[in-house]
């Protein structure tokens, strides 16, 4: 059975400071791996998605990366603001499984002005 | 676009009690899910639905049926409400079951039960 993890669960930084959420999976059978981000009270938002023939993804000042045999991928956030302060979920489409997610528990972060 | 959207945003339940949580999407997507989320489980998936006219099992299944009304509403009952279902639903749709698309995500119910 697929499990995500995501380390650390919580993480608090002062503003501009650049960033990097982990996320690991226990098998390398993946079709693609998405990150997502949630504010409190919300539904998800789509920030980046990695297909597994794929090593990393840009948008804007966030770069995902992924490296399938080892089983982590990374969210680099540069120049963080208080804006992004919000909870990242990891989540991994294992293959032939309808493209459901299994996601991780989150890492909440906070940006402080 | 609406996107995909969820009523109710809250419910309160006695234990025993029956709803139907409802999700529509106008994105004229074929695959739509229902997750639920607890505090440090992340997001588990409950039921799925491939195309119109298809249904299958998530990871935590019990308790719960649904039912692919057409290609815009999938519904999610809970015929007899237990406390282990307090939680935050969302339903999501994507494109396709077998492309890889990304999942767009409604803003969720939030379900207590007493």
Redesign the interface.
Known sequence: KQE?TQIPAALSVPEGENLVLNCSFTDSAI??L?W?RQDP??????LL?I?SSQREQTSGRLNASLDKSSGRSTLYIAASQPGDSATY?C?V?VN?A?????????TRLMVKP | NAGVTQTPKFQVLKTGQSMTLQCAQDMNHNSMYWYRQDPGMGLRLIYYSASEGTTDKGEVPNGYNVSRLNKREFSLRLESAAPSQTSVYFCASTWTSGGGETQYFGPGTRLLVL
């Open positions: 995500v079709y693609n998405q997502f009270g919300k539904g998800l938002t789509s998605l297909q979920l989540a489409t032939n309808g493209n459901m997610l299994t996601f991780g528990g989150g």
